[in-house]
């Protein structure tokens, strides 16, 4: 993968336009880790200043760079004898933990065994063979980049709203390839060991949460008794989310939605029939309405699926670990060649990744498409390709030949 041309565009952008404007706090306590073009993965390393380590990646070029979280007495040293003294609280957000329909149109996975191939979300097991092991060709693609900005979105309001972080504390970056990555950077959280930082990703992922704590009623509808058949919605964390998420899935909720969380036919037309009064109840009372007909099952599936509607869906392994190697900022991702970028969180819903992370804007390149899908990168559309020779912009051959897809045209 690492072609002659990866790294003739590599070394053009870290010699010509890369620049480290906001490097790690506190980088002389960092361990940094890279993939280089020929010697591989090299860890352990240590700057004092960002020149040095800027002058690194010029000399070096890397195909992926990347930091640690963690705070330490001896960066160098090995994993035992670092001397840990703290950790960045970070999340990431990837499109591989959301379910897309768009999977149909662009993945690719091919039998490790036997070389069988097809498109779409990969299978258990291979089709021919049974096997169980398979090369992905996933795609950075806009709508599944959308649904990751979701989810980044749903996070960020549960750190700011619920945990209390200021704006100042959180910095919201696009990886480079399929997601968003979050860095929380403040005394209070440096110290939070696994275990803590295990609490908080639980929280956010809505693992473990008790519906009938926030909707009393359940219970007691489930019981037949009138304890908890009284209490609202609070005005803050989980049991407002849900007060709100409910409404909001209601109100747009057909038939078909409702259906789709298991709900009856019969029960799916007292909803519809009743909606308004529903959410009129909900609105008043701020507490599950008592309709006829609507049980404690009922409302728990649908309370159920507000829960997951409103969870925000992290990779919980990045966050839990503190020592931890995470993407450098404005360094180039070798799975696309775009950059890791930071933007301000009041700009996410304009954000555009396919137009912010774009390193090159100059430059053609003639390659031979093996296949691709339909894709943008800032104004231009371009795709699908099958078996194809194109001239491209070097941005869009780049994307291509970094995720496998291409090979240039000598
Ligand atoms: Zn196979
Ligand atoms: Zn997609």
Same mark, same amino acid.
């Given at each position: 993968? =690492?072609?002659?041309?990866?790294? @003739?565009?590599?070394?053009?952008?870290?010699?010509?336009?890369?620049?480290?404007?906001?490097?790690?706090?506190?980088?002389?306590?960092?361990?940094?880790?890279?993939?280089?073009?020929?010697?591989?993965?090299?860890?352990? %390393?240590?700057?004092?200043? @960002? /020149?040095? *380590?800027?002058?690194?990646?010029?000399?070096?070029?890397?195909?992926?760079?990347?930091?640690?979280?963690?705070?330490?007495?001896?960066?160098?040293?090995?994993?035992?004898?670092?001397?840990?003294?703290?950790?960045? *609280? &970070?999340?990431?957000?990837?499109?591989?933990?959301?379910?897309?329909?768009?999977?149909?149109?662009?993945?690719?996975?091919?039998?490790?065994?036997?070389?069988?191939?097809?498109?779409?979300?990969?299978?258990?097991?291979?089709?021919?063979?049974?096997?169980?092991?398979?090369?992905? %060709?996933?795609?950075?693609?806009?709508?599944?980049?959308?649904? =990751? @900005?979701?989810?980044?979105?749903?996070?960020?309001?549960?750190?700011?709203?619920?945990?209390?972080?200021?704006?100042?504390?959180?910095?919201?970056?696009?990886?480079?390839?399929?997601?968003?990555?979050?860095?929380?950077?403040?005394? /209070?959280?440096?110290?939070?060991?696994?275990?803590?930082?295990?609490?908080?990703? /639980?929280?956010?992922?809505?693992?473990?949460?008790?519906?009938?704590?926030?909707?009393?009623?359940?219970?007691?509808?489930?019981?037949?008794?009138?304890?908890?058949?009284?209490?609202?919605? *609070?005005?803050?964390?989980?049991?407002?989310?849900?007060?709100?998420?409910?409404?909001?899935?209601?109100?747009?909720? %057909?038939?078909?939605?409702?259906?789709?969380?298991?709900?009856? @036919?019969?029960?799916?037309?007292?909803?519809?029939?009743?909606?308004?009064?529903?959410?009129?109840?909900?609105?008043?009372?701020?507490?599950?309405?008592?309709?006829?007909?609507?049980?404690?099952?009922?409302?728990? %599936?649908?309370?159920?699926?507000?829960?997951?509607?409103?969870?925000?869906?992290?990779?919980?392994?990045?966050?839990?670990?503190?020592?931890?190697? &995470?993407? *450098?900022?404005?360094?180039?991702?070798?799975?696309?060649?775009?950059?890791?970028?930071?933007?301000?969180?009041?700009?996410?819903?304009?954000?555009?990744?396919?137009?912010?992370?774009? =390193?090159?804007?100059?430059?053609?390149?003639?390659?031979?498409?093996?296949?691709?899908?339909?894709?943008?990168?800032?104004?231009?559309?371009?795709?699908?390709?099958?078996?194809?020779?194109?001239?491209?912009?070097?941005?869009?051959?780049?994307?291509?030949?970094?995720? /496998?897809?291409?090979?240039?045209?000598?």
């Amino acid at each position: 993968m =690492a072609s002659k041309f990866v790294y @003739k565009m590599f070394q053009e952008y870290y010699n010509r336009d890369f620049r480290l404007e906001n490097p790690p706090e506190q980088i002389g306590s960092r361990e940094f880790g890279f993939v280089l073009f020929s010697e591989g993965v090299v860890r352990h %390393k240590k700057f004092n200043t @960002k /020149d040095e *380590l800027t002058a690194f990646l010029q000399k070096f070029i890397p195909l992926d760079a990347y930091y640690s979280c963690a705070y330490y007495e001896n960066p160098e040293a090995d994993m035992e004898k670092k001397g840990w003294l703290g950790a960045d *609280l &970070i999340f990431d957000i990837d499109a591989d933990h959301i379910p897309t329909m768009c999977e149909q149109l662009h993945e690719e996975w091919i039998c490790s065994n036997c070389k069988f191939s097809g498109k779409g979300r990969v299978p258990k097991n291979c089709p021919l063979c049974s096997g169980e092991k398979f090369e992905v %060709k996933t795609w950075p693609c806009e709508t599944c980049l959308a649904s =990751a @900005k979701h989810e980044t979105v749903k996070l960020l309001e549960m750190l700011m709203r619920d945990f209390g972080f200021s704006k100042d504390d959180i910095h919201v970056f696009f990886s480079g390839h399929r997601g968003y990555h979050i860095h929380v950077e403040c005394e /209070d959280v440096k110290e939070l060991d696994s275990i803590a930082r295990k609490e908080i990703v /639980d929280y956010v992922s809505s693992l473990g949460l008790e519906i009938s704590i926030h909707a009393p009623i359940l219970k007691s509808l489930e019981k037949k008794q009138n304890f908890g058949r009284n209490i609202k919605f *609070l005005s803050s964390g989980w049991s407002q989310r849900l007060f709100l998420g409910l409404q909001n899935f209601l109100k747009k909720a %057909k038939e078909e939605d409702l259906r789709n969380i298991g709900l009856k @036919k019969d029960t799916v037309n007292i909803i519809m029939n009743n909606k308004d009064l529903i959410l009129r109840g909900l609105r008043e009372l701020e507490k599950l309405p008592t309709v006829r007909g609507l049980g404690s099952e009922t409302w728990r %599936k649908i309370m159920e699926h507000v829960v997951m509607l409103q969870s925000a869906k992290i990779d919980t392994v990045v966050t839990t670990d503190i020592h931890r190697l &995470i993407r *450098l900022p404005e360094t180039l991702n070798s799975k696309t060649g775009l950059k890791k970028v930071e933007f301000p969180i009041s700009d996410i819903d304009r954000f555009d990744p396919f137009r912010e992370a774009v =390193a090159f804007k100059k430059g053609v390149v003639e390659v031979k498409v093996s296949s691709a899908p339909k894709f943008r990168l800032g104004d231009e559309i371009f795709g699908p390709y099958k078996n194809e020779r194109v001239e491209l912009p070097a941005s869009a051959a780049l994307l291509l030949v970094c995720r /496998d897809r291409a090979e240039v045209v000598e």
